[in-house]
């Protein structure tokens, strides 16, 4: 029996927090920064130093001074040009953090502005492209398809009801203000290296510190603790502090702790990239979709980092499967000076295909269409993976939500609004509602050409006492994932969970297993384990004991950018999801009344924190879209096969269909639906996120298009 | 300047500055690290604890206002029945919060069985404002408070029969 895990087990669990393992003594550090976003750096004048503490400059990098992040690399500090606002400039560090923190402040920066080309406001254009990729389709048999379906083909009046829709979004950062502090602690344990802080890449990291110390890798450890509040900023942020906690520590031959306070994360923590879009669709209304052509401008700030995974998850998310026998998809990264932006694995698709459900969604708008009819005779259901699975998700949704109804009656009461010229007086205070649907996937860990350049591993070993050890890299803190993989070692090999031995996060121990996420962890570093099992199981009776096995994750095919069929992602997950609101027309402050989602990921593991899990990125959704905090009603979720059967509540057993992740779907689809809903509501279309009062305000003040 | 107040059912003692922090003073002194510091300004509520029966931000209260108060933790509350009620609802009610919070949201919990026995959402509504936590639903908050109240409710039962 899977062990259950009570807030008892939860708050006496052996992982700690950084914050818990403060050291008492040795130095720290504080980051010196650049008060200026572009500028020369004359001079570093600070103050005259006591005993025990001093300033560290790109001088005493001994190795390389750039960090890596997958193939994109940005200086650790910066010596002379300065790129961004608050880019590190050098670490002063003293006795204790106030100390050090106080020498930080008094020292004096002598920088030359910029010349007047870089002080021009910038904006996203030909100036900052970085880099960009396209993706273009024009199906012979797509079209034919199409004319097949065609009452009257080759009907010129046809030609006279194409239509145009064409928007232009802009979706600002969703990363949340983290008022939490991050630290790094280096020290020595004789000739090796420890690092402990809270990361989701431990191996990353111990590769960057070996480069910037010229030390083997083997040399540096680290020891992830576990996350506070927010994972997204781990993989830049930890990175760039254990870097300076190693550098610390390799000068001054001491404990060395570096901390990235609360207020400079505001500031300068790594945030998701604010996306804009221009997107055109051209339909005929009896024949659907004929093209689409989307570009998409991300600014990945001053060193954009994680390019082509950018690329690829903006190309495979534009068209989260529509049918189109002619497109063009064309991604942007631009670099400007913003500070470095992070990726999580399934955010930006989020995001990508949120724009393209509210477009679909004004489409229907325009048709004067159901938004959920509309899509079932949209969807591609021959695409591969998982076409035909989408439709039980469209026709649970309208069944649980009551969407078509619902949709109905606030249109007729938008209409009522908007046609006559003077509302009655009661009218106008009476809230005004809408509902939204929208539908999108979760690839499931990164595209499949990361994935092969990450090339995750597990290694699993039985010993002649019959105890199993897996070594298998995992979120820290996820304690559903580790569970879920004990009890999988459990029932394949049948041995006792007492002699089932799982180990934290710590390089030294832990082979490479990339960035983890729960989702990562669910679809591939479980099937590893799953793999490991199995070839253990056919060797322990014939092999002598110890046997160690090992498995490699190599994505067989990787993802080519000629064709939209297929996802650049292993395995996806779907959802739908409905959204209700209602707006205040005194105060335009829109509340969400209700919110259903229903959910197609393959076995679920365990119903209380698979809904925990999609109800946690709901709210985080709608915070996105609404900005700041709000309340959220109940939140209905379902699960349902691949079939549109509803699974039923049991626990799982490991034989089951192979779960998926699904943390990250709602960032998909609630927002798309939260847009539809506020526009069906205000009667305004919204081609922005965040939508604040102020926004809906403004909108509905100045009727926009 | 001694200061001497009541820390989980003990008479403690401290002779810190008393401008320290009640966050750091049961961190660092007495080694409580189911409180955590998060944005120290009182905003975030990671380090929220019970004075004299009330959720204050620990990282508010300089220790010279502790004089003759009692302080309480989630370590304290851990060992009482009152607990396993909170445990058993947020069980019933599938709430899992995580290693972060999980204090802080069965502080809270207790503090709002403390005061209505059968508590309606809308008593509860001020109450999820006091943890900044963007992973679960204040809905599914209530429920897992209902669901405590009535274990607690057949506890006292099991006893008066
Ligand atoms: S640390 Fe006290 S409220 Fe945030
Ligand atoms: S902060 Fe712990 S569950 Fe949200």
Redesign the interface.
């Known amino acids: 029996m899977a062990k259950t895990r009570t807030v008892r087990s939860t708050l006496t669990s052996r992982s700690q927090f950084v914050t818990d393992l403060f050291p008492s003594e040795g130095v720290f550090g504080w980051i010196l920064r650049s008060p200026v976003p572009k500028g020369t750096l004359q001079k570093i004048d600070p103050p005259s130093f006591p005993e025990g503490s001093g300033i560290l400059l790109p001088r005493d990098v001994p190795g390389d001074l750039n960090l890596m992040v997958f193939q994109d690399k940005f200086p650790l500090m910066t010596g002379e040009v300065i790129e961004f606002l608050g880019q590190p400039l050098g670490l002063v560090y003293a006795p204790t953090e106030v100390e050090a923190r106080s020498f930080a402040e008094a020292t004096v920066l002598s920088i030359d502005p910029p010349n007047d080309a870089s002080l021009r406001p910038i904006e996203l254009g030909p100036n900052t492209l970085f880099a960009f990729d396209e993706l273009m389709w024009d199906t012979p048999d797509g079209s034919e398809a199409l004319e097949a379906d065609d009452p009257n083909p080759g009907d010129p009046d046809e030609e006279a009801l194409e239509r145009e829709v064409t928007s232009t979004f802009f979706l600002d950062t969703q990363s949340l203000q983290v008022q939490e502090a991050v630290m790094a602690i280096a020290r020595w344990k004789e000739k090796d290296l420890e690092v402990l802080v809270p990361a989701i890449w431990p191996h990353g990291i111990s590769a960057n510190v070996a480069r910037l110390l010229k030390m083997k890798t083997g040399a540096v450890q680290v020891h992830a603790t576990i996350p506070g509040m927010y994972h997204d900023r781990l993989l830049v942020d930890s990175l760039v502090i254990s870097c300076f906690a190693a550098l610390l520590a390799h000068k001054t031959k001491n404990t060395a702790s570096v901390s990235f306070g609360h207020d400079e994360q505001i500031l300068y923590g790594t945030q998701q990239a604010p996306i804009s879009c221009t997107h055109s669709l051209t339909l005929v209304p009896s024949l659907g979709l004929r093209s689409m052509d989307i570009r998409i401008q991300i600014d990945q700030g001053a060193f954009p980092l994680f390019t082509r995974e950018i690329m690829n998850q903006a190309l495979g998310s534009a068209n989260p499967g529509y049918r189109c026998p002619k497109g063009k998809v064309r991604v942007e990264i631009h670099r400007t000076s913003g500070v470095p932006r992070s990726v999580s694995h399934g955010f930006l698709s989020g995001q990508i295909q949120s724009i393209t459900e509210i477009q679909v969604n004004r489409v229907a708008h325009i048709l004067n269409e159901d938004p959920l009819a509309l899509r079932l005779g949209l969807i591609d259901t021959s695409r591969k993976p998982g076409g035909e699975k989408v439709l039980p998700l469209l026709s649970t949704l309208g069944g649980i939500s009551d969407y078509g109804r619902k949709f109905s009656s606030f249109e007729v009461l938008r209409r009522r609004g908007t046609d006559s010229p003077r509302q009655p007086s009661v009218r106008r205070f009476m809230p005004l509602r809408g509902i939204g649907a929208a539908l999108g996937f979760q690839g499931n860990g990164f595209s499949k050409s990361t994935e092969q350049s990450i090339k995750s591993k597990i290694s699993l070993r039985m010993n002649q006492d019959g105890s199993v050890q897996l070594f298998a890299g995992t979120t820290p803190g996820s304690s559903a994932v580790k569970s879920h993989l004990r009890d999988l070692v459990r029932d394949t090999l049948e041995v006792k969970d007492e002699m089932i031995f799982l180990f934290p996060s710590e390089t030294a121990q832990m082979p490479d297993a990339g960035p983890t996420s729960v989702s990562r962890s669910i679809s591939i570093i479980r099937g590893l384990t799953l793999q490991a099992c199995e070839s253990i199981q056919k060797l322990r009776f014939r092999n002598p004991l110890p046997i160690v096995v090992e498995k490699s994750f190599s994505p067989s095919r990787s993802f080519t950018l000629t064709s939209p069929g297929g996802y650049p992602w292993i395995k996806p997950s779907w959802a739908s999801a409905a959204v209700e609101v209602q707006v205040d027309p005194v105060t335009y402050r829109a509340s969400v009344t209700g919110i259903w989602v229903v959910v197609q990921a393959g076995s679920i593991l365990n119903f209380a924190q698979a809904r925990a899990h999609v109800e946690g990125t709901v709210i985080q959704a709608v915070n996105w879209v609404l900005r700041g905090l709000h309340r959220t009603p109940k939140i209905e979720i379902h699960f349902i096969d691949d079939h549109g059967v509803a699974l039923v509540e049991r626990k799982s057993s490991t034989h089951d269909l192979q779960p998926l992740g699904l943390g990250e779907l709602a960032q998909a689809v609630v927002p798309p639906a939260l847009a539809s809903a506020l526009s069906q509501a205000t009667g305004q279309f919204f081609d922005q996120i965040p939508i604040t009062p102020e926004v809906i305000h403004r909108y509905m003040e100045v009727p926009g298009p | 300047m001694k200061t001497d107040f009541l820390l989980n059912g003990t008479h403690r003692f401290t002779d810190k500055h008393p401008s320290t922090t009640l966050l750091d003073l049961i961190r660092e002194e007495f080694n409580l690290?189911?409180v955590?510091?998060?944005?120290?300004k009182g905003?975030?509520g990671?380090c929220t604890v019970l004075l004299d029966d009330h959720l204050v931000a620990s990282c508010l209260v300089p220790i010279f206002h502790l004089k003759g108060r009692k302080v309480e933790t989630?370590e304290y509350l851990?060992e009482s029945a009152e607990?396993r009620d909170?445990?058993l609802g947020?069980?019933k009610a599938?709430?899992?919060?995580?290693?972060?919070?999980?204090?802080i949201?069965?502080l809270t919990a207790e503090t709002i069985l403390r005061e209505w026995e059968h508590p309606k959402e809308a008593d509860m509504?001020l109450f999820?404002?006091k943890n900044?936590?963007?992973?679960?639903?204040?809905?599914?908050f209530f429920s897992a408070v209902i669901a405590s109240s009535e274990f607690r409710e057949r506890r006292a039962h099991a006893h008066r029969r």
């Open positions: 690290h189911s955590h510091p998060g944005c120290r905003h975030c990671t989630v851990m607990f909170i445990e947020f069980l599938g709430f899992h919060p995580c290693k972060f919070c999980a204090g949201k069965v509504a999820v404002t900044w936590c963007a992973c679960t639903s204040p809905g599914s």
